[in-house]
Structure formats: C-alpha cells, structure tokens
C-alpha cells in the first residue's frame, strides 16, 4: 500500500518551543497557513491587508478612526433589529449577564459614552450577522479560513438554527472573560476598529485553573490566589490586534479578550479535518461531565433511556450529542466525494451564482439541501450563497479528509451507546444507519 496510508492522520502539537505569537504582516497562501498555523495549531497575527477591500473596513470605520456610528446606522437600523449584548460588570457564571437589545440603541448610547470618553459595560456580541443581514456583504471570509465544516453543515442544513459567524461591538473596558471556544472549534477575528489585547494560554494547562468543583478562572486579572493557587505557572502569550489585522485562535486555546478604545470586529467560530480529532475529544469530555454529573441516576434507567438523558444533557449544556459530529461528517463525506467524482467541484465562481440557484446546484447532488429563498424569489445575481465553500486548493488532499472522518465514524461504530443513540435519532438517514451496522 502507498506510504500514505500509514502517514498519521494528525501531526503532532507541540507547544513547548514557542516564545512568542508569530505575526505575518503579508498575505500567506493557504497551504502556508496549514502548514505552519492550522495543522500544528499555532495562532497567528496577520497583518490589514487581508481585511483592507471589506465593505466593513470601508464603511463601518470613520476617518478619525472610531466606528462610522452615522453610517452604521443609515445602513443597518432602517428596521429594528434584536441583538445580544452582555454586561461585562456583571458575572453570570462562567460568562457575563446576558440580555438583548435593538441596535439602534445600542449604537446610540454607545456614541453616547464614547462622545464623553467614558469606558463602557454593554458588550455587543455573538451577534448573528451574517444571519440578520444576508444581503450586506459586509466581508468575505478569507480563502485560508473557507475549509469550515461547522458553517457549511449548519448552512447546507437548512435550519440555519446555528451558524458561528458574528459580530462584536464594545467601547473601551469591555471584555470577554476567560474561556475556550465551543467544541474546541478554531476561530478567527477580523479587527475592523479599536485594538484588542488578547491573552491566550497552549493547551492542556487546564489543571493550573480549574478548581477542585471543576470551576475555573473568570478573569485572568483577578484570579482567587486561594482558589487557584497554581494559576501563575500557566504559560501565556499577550499580543494586541490592531485595526484591520486577524487572529486565528487555535483549537483548545483558553483565551481572554479586552477592548481598547471603541472596537469592532468579526469573528467565526470554525472547525474541520485538522481539529476533528480535538472536536471528538472535547465531545467525550463534555460526555464523561455529564455522566458524573447524574451517575446516581444510571441504575433507576434503562441502558436506553440513560444514554438518552446523557445525550439530551449534553445537547443543553454544550449545544452537541452524537448526531451533531455523525452529521456534520457525514455531510462533509457527502461534499468530498462528490468532488471527488467530479460531481460537485465547489469553485469561488459559486459566489457569483444566486442563493436559490446555489440551492438547486447543491440539492441536485447532494442529499443535504440549502435552503431556497423563503419568499421563493429570485434574488439578483450578486448575492453570495450563505457560505463559502472551499475550493480544492483551499483545503487538504481529499484522501486525507476521507481517512480523518472514517476515523471518527469508525469511532462512533465502535462505541455501543452512540450507535445505539444514533440508531434512535430520528434526523439520522436511514442509508447512513445501514452504515453503523
Ligand atoms: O473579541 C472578543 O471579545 C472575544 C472573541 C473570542 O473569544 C474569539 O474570537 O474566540
Ligand atoms: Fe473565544
């Protein structure tokens, strides 16, 4: 057999000989950037230029440098719209309070505040951009970051009850507290103004900041020394993004995120073949948390109904069970061998074809269809469909993509309660059951 086979499906992580986050003040190729960032799971800092021809950069950003309020407005408050936003005085848990507001008075007071140099608390964030505003254009995810199984799975569902791209509005002194990324998913963050100060931490440090009940550190510059009395010898790397310039926070990298001066940015939560293995991991200790958060109950249920409640715990408290990981492979293995018969090949000309026609070219191959404009209308011929696939440059050699979701479907297969669970769930095709046996 060819030595390719043998070749492991995942290099190694190796964290212990970087000193600093690399900056890359040029635009890198897409192979560049697996080699040297995505596959060892290194974060970097790339310079504005790859953000530099954004309807965002050019829109949303005055020329004194604060955030265009005025034409933020003109643009995006012609109707009301609902956003999240977070105080960032007030501790809720793990994560700041959180409640929703309309834009337009977000926007408001925060010219308000800004007008009178105060610093600010309301915390625009996780906000559905790309969802409330599908039309706008306000970016174009960048080629290095397209091979993103997460949003074209939630995309090419259908529901879009999901999707990881957003949008962040904070004044000075606003924060994100300390925390992980969803799934242990990738993600990147475009600054559009202000500067952010990042801290991030390597992996597996997790023992040095979390506590005997499982709590873990809220903000890192105001740590319980009794609490966590080992948090110092956490390694850390400091770095700030200034505006126009991307971050790519790697997968299990604990992070936390200050706003200096007024800040917008745009940010995707993103995931595929290179952290597959990290999401499984992450997936199997969300698991093994709820288990031995409820194992008094496993002997009053039936096996059945005790792999049920952990998978319906799971799907609450960390937004995934089995279903999620089984479909989105699945429907990435449907996308890769379809290309790979010649069938589907995903090409950025896709950008300029219509959402519905994007959905018809999508539904006529493929068992996961894009949804077609609710209205039924054929919207122009500019419009982006929802998602930017990757092209066949834009992501590693299929066979290996193959070989990483067999790996984790071979997982599944061999672990009794997920197939079992799975088997039950009714959104499973019946086809890929046949594949679980
Ligand atoms: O910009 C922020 O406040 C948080 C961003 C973040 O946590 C991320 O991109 O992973
Ligand atoms: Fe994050």
């Not at 000989?17 to 970097?44: G, H, K, M, W």
């Not at 995309?155 to 990881?164: L, S």
């Not at 061998?337 to 074809?353: N, R, W, Y």
Request: with cysteine; hydrophobic share 35%.
């Amino acid at each position: 057999m060819s030595e390719a086979k043998h070749r492991p499906l995942w290099p190694a992580r190796n964290y212990a000989s970087l000193t600093e986050i690399p900056y890359c003040a040029s635009l890198l190729s897409y192979n560049e950037f697996r080699l040297q960032y995505l596959d060892p799971n290194i974060p970097v800092l790339i310079g504005s230029a790859l953000t530099a021809p954004w309807r965002a950069r050019q829109e949303w950003v005055a020329p004194n440098g604060k955030p265009a309020f005025e034409s933020m407005r003109s643009s995006l408050c012609s109707h009301p719209v609902e956003v999240p936003v977070a105080d960032c005085h007030c501790k809720d848990f793990t994560d700041q309070k959180r409640s929703t507001m309309d834009l337009k008075a977000f926007l408001d007071q925060w010219e308000e505040l800004s007008d009178r140099q105060e610093p600010a608390r309301l915390y625009l964030k996780d906000f559905h951009f790309v969802k409330a505003f599908p039309d706008y254009h306000a970016y174009q995810t960048p080629d290095i970051f397209r091979d993103d199984w997460m949003n074209e799975y939630w995309t090419r569902r259908g529901d879009m009850e999901d999707d990881y791209r957003f949008v962040y509005c904070g004044g000075d002194g606003t924060f994100t507290p300390f925390h992980a990324d969803v799934y242990r998913s990738y993600s990147w963050s475009a600054n559009i103004c202000g500067v952010k100060r990042w801290t991030l931490f390597p992996p597996d440090q997790e023992h040095l900041f979390t506590d005997s009940l499982g709590n873990t550190v809220y903000d890192i510059e105001n740590v319980d020394t009794k609490q966590f009395p080992h948090f110092h010898k956490a390694v850390r790397f400091t770095i700030l993004q200034r505006p126009g310039e991307t971050l790519f926070v790697p997968s299990g990298w604990w992070h936390q995120v200050h706003n200096i001066g007024d800040t917008i940015s745009i940010n995707h939560n993103w995931a595929n073949g290179s952290n597959l293995d990290l999401l499984l991991d992450s997936l199997q200790s969300d698991l093994s948390e709820v288990e031995r958060s409820i194992d008094n109950l496993q002997e009053m249920l039936d096996p059945e109904e005790w792999v049920d409640t952990c998978q319906n715990l799971l799907l609450i408290n960390s937004g995934w069970d089995w279903s999620t990981i089984w479909n989105m492979c699945m429907c990435i293995r449907s996308r890769v061998l379809k290309t790979m018969k010649g069938q589907e090949i995903p090409d950025s000309d896709a950008a300029t074809t219509t959402t519905a026609a994007a959905a018809a070219s999508v539904a006529a191959t493929s068992t996961i269809h894009i949804q077609p404009e609710k209205d039924g209308r054929d919207h122009h011929h500019h419009r982006l469909p929802l998602f930017d696939p990757p092209t066949i440059d834009q992501q590693p050699d299929l066979n290996l993509t193959l070989r990483r979701i067999d790996h984790v479907l071979g997982y599944i297969k061999g672990n009794e309660a997920a197939k079992s669970f799975l088997k039950r769930k009714k959104d499973i095709d019946a086809d890929q059951i046949q594949l679980l046996m």
